[in-house]
């Protein structure tokens, strides 16, 4: 029986962890989504955890950031120190998307290297050709992700085998699809395919509907993860070990993904995003100090007004600035503590603000003073 291996972040492996995977857990995977447009309907669909947001519409985004131009998506890639991307949508090979996703693979290579590590996730559908898949190892994707529909197309597998790509197949541990699983990793371990991952199956916004109607439920303690998701990969990991060869297979639970490789991401922004009045959080979050001036008492522009209370207060020029778009200005949360009782005097409204540092500075806490 091959080794059932726990790592440090609660992941289980067979094997030897794919890249792909190992540059996640450092944060320092872009995630690239290429496009909200899928076939119509995929056999995914009732769990696809997609937000309104982003299903069936054709736009494009590096993290959090709406891409309209390459210079967008390399700029998101440099503020997070990337060593890789992760392609996705949607459907990254769709005919109609194909060959964009072929010049931004052709595109991060020439900006940042051989090295810089790229995967892409897809589905067997019929546009996935022989010759797609050719183009896509010689433009340099690394690493190629199918989620099978059911057994159909799982012929693409062995096609991607002819090629330099690292192949590998990636699906939710979905309770009570042992056999399905079982099933799969045979095959892959007989045609000579890479890995296999398995994702804890989750709810999200988008499917949690459809997962009630078919019976799955929240797990405890939880606020996303699928009651019984995870002793189905376990079990089927034990299968896994005794029946197969060399298939390396990795079980990544929720909590990998959202306490230790978006930890990780949010830590490499911060450290090139922060102002020197920021203080960055161990969870990589941003803690500042914001005012606001009152409307109806402080009708002069931002401007103006931080002017006179740097001099006023004698606060150098890198420890405040003004945030144009929230309309309030910015400084380190311990000077604002100092002058709160007198800015308040003077009509403003004081706030400690945390926020995540990427494009959107989503704003988590705002504790008044």
């Known amino acids: 029986m091959r080794q059932i291996i726990e790592t440090e972040f609660r992941s289980f492996l067979i094997g030897k962890m794919p890249e792909g995977c190992r540059i996640c857990q450092l944060g320092a995977k872009l995630t690239f989504f290429i496009t909200g447009l899928c076939i119509n309907p995929p056999s995914c669909s009732w769990y696809c955890p997609i ?13 959090e950031r709406l891409v309209k131009n390459s210079n967008e998506l390399l700029l998101e890639a440099r503020l997070m120190d990337a060593m890789g991307a992760a392609i996705t949508g949607g459907d ?39 010759d797609l898949l050719r183009k896509l190892s010689e433009v340099g994707l690394d690493e190629i992700r199918f989620h099978p529909h059911g057994a159909l197309g799982w012929n693409k ?27 799969l990793a ?33 797990k405890s303690d939880t606020i996303a993860a699928v009651e019984g998701s995870e002793e189905m990969a376990i079990n089927s990991l034990r299968w896994i070990a005794e029946n197969t060869s060399e298939l ?15 930890k990780n991401r949010l830590l490499r922004r911060a450290k090139n995003v922060a102002k020197p009045y920021d203080e960055i959080t161990e969870e990589g979050l941003l803690i500042k100090g914001i005012f606001f001036p009152s409307p109806n008492i402080n009708t002069a522009p931002l401007s103006t007004l931080k002017s006179k ?28 503590e100092e002058i709160a009782a007198e800015l308040k005097k003077k009509g403003f409204k004081c706030y400690i603000s945390e926020i995540y540092p990427t494009v959107d500075e989503l704003e988590t806490t705002r504790i008044p003073l």
């Open 51 to 63: 937000s309104e947001e982003r299903r069936n519409k054709d736009i494009i985004y590096a993290n």
């Open 92 to 130: 990254p090979l769709l005919p109609s998307c194909s060959d964009r996703t072929i010049g931004y693979i052709n595109l991060l290579k020439e900006e940042f290297g051989t090295k810089f590590h790229i995967h892409l996730y897809c589905n067997t559908a019929d546009h996935v050709t022989k």
């Open 157 to 183: 597998i062995e096609w991607a085998l002819n090629t330099e790509m690292v192949v590998g197949v990636e699906v939710p541990a979905i309770p009570n699809r042992e056999k399905e699983l079982m099933s």
């Open 186 to 218: 045979a095959f892959l371990d007989d045609i000579g395919a890479s890995f296999l991952n398995l994702n804890e199956f989750e709810f999200s916004e988008t499917n949690a509907k459809e997962l009630k109607k078919r019976g799955f439920k929240l």
């Open 248 to 262: 390396n297979v990795h079980y990544c639970p929720i909590y990998l993904k959202d306490s230790v490789q978006l």
């Open 309 to 336: 209370i740097q001099a006023e207060f004698e606060i150098p020029d890198e420890m405040i600035s003004i945030n144009q778009e929230k309309k309030c200005i910015e400084t380190a949360w311990w000077i604002l």
